[in-house]
């Protein structure tokens, strides 16, 4: 039968919404707001309790003196830029099979990041459609096939090496301020890194100028409200806004470009090692009203750290059955299989895999 829309989807959708916001934790409006965390200036300890702090209540937090070279996140955005303006036939020889491989391009339409508990009919029917974005994904034991050059090849890994560095030091902060003996465990997950045993990844992506007349999708949205798949998230954005961070009480928090700042948010593979004490917020990429800025590209580069494909994740604080047991390459593959798979032939023009 023909997919319905209207009011009483809207209504149902609402329902939905409601119901996940009503059994969040309430907080004071005066603490919606993401913090800022200075790792250079402080102390370890003061630092593990502001990162513990930040990622409990809101999920998400800037970071400045992280350590990233500036100039190395530079490099990776000049690649990156360089690789989206080729022609689309360019970019499909590096297309990626989510079947077989981490890595690749993923070009506009394919895939959708809304909500996976949503039904299929719903999350792609008139109004959802998939993300107004194209991608490419990129780790340390990419297929040379991947790489679009060798110069692209060497800015990508060595954003990548200073986005690991950085994320086994927030790593064992956390630890620290959850109080976890011995501190490091969290980071002794990733022993993996740099082989096929542990398949973190830098995504760059593209988001396309919008036209006059469309606004992304029907929603307003770029990319679709959702959660992460893993552990820790940084994000490095242009000079461009548009994420925003559902709080626990219900907001949007603008998380708008910071000079310097990486942005750090939990994901839920986190949240469940955890035993829900560290928060996996929900989050989106919302289009401009902005004619000007409508009217231009917007890029980011987003590292997505998980632990090792065999690591078995399960609740290290509270009640121990409160999230099952999984392990991490088996929760990579679901959770891509869903992104990917209601994705296919939405765009008919493209080639199948």
Known sequence: SPVQSGPAQADTRNTRLTHRLANRN?????????????????????????????????????????????ETVASAFTESAGFFERPLSEK??????????TCG??????????????????????????????????CHTCDDTVWPSESFRKASLDLISAAQDLTLRLMRLIGGGL?????????????????????SQLRMLHYPPLSTDTNG???GDR?????????????????????????????YLDANPRP?????????????????????????????????LRSQPRYSLVYFTHCDDDF????????PDSFPPVKTGEHMRRRFEETFQLGQGIDPQLPPL
Request: aromatic content about 6%; proline content about 10%.
């Open 26 to 70: 309430e907080m004071p409006a005066e603490t919606e707001e993401i913090p800022e965390i200075d790792m250079s200036q402080q102390s370890e300890a003061v630092v593990a309790e502001q990162l513990v702090s930040a990622l409990t209540t809101v999920g998400f937090c800037y970071a400045v003196g992280h350590g990233v070279p500036q």
């Open 92 to 101: 499909l020889r590096h297309r990626r099979d989510w079947r077989k491989s």
């Open 105 to 138: 391009y993923i070009p506009p339409h394919w895939a959708s990041t809304s909500d996976p508990d949503e039904p299929p009919v719903e999350r792609f029917s008139l109004d959802a459609p998939p993300d107004e974005k194209e991608v490419l994904d990129v």
């Open 179 to 199: 109080g976890l003996s011995p501190p490091d465990q969290l980071a002794d997950a990733f022993v993996g890194f740099p082989t096929p045993a542990n398949t």
């Open 217 to 219: 999708s029907a929603s």
């Open 223 to 251: 990319c679709g409200e959702h959660t992460d798949y893993g552990c820790i998230t940084l994000v490095f954005c242009d000079s461009q806004p548009g994420l925003q961070v559902l709080s626990r009480t219900g907001r």
């Open 260 to 292: 310097g700042r990486v942005l750090v948010n939990i994901g839920d593979l986190m949240q469940r090692w955890t035993g829900g004490r560290l928060h996996s917020a929900r989050h989106r990429v919302l289009a401009p009203t902005d004619p000007k």
């Open 312 to 319: 078995t994740v399960r609740p290290l604080l509270g009640d």
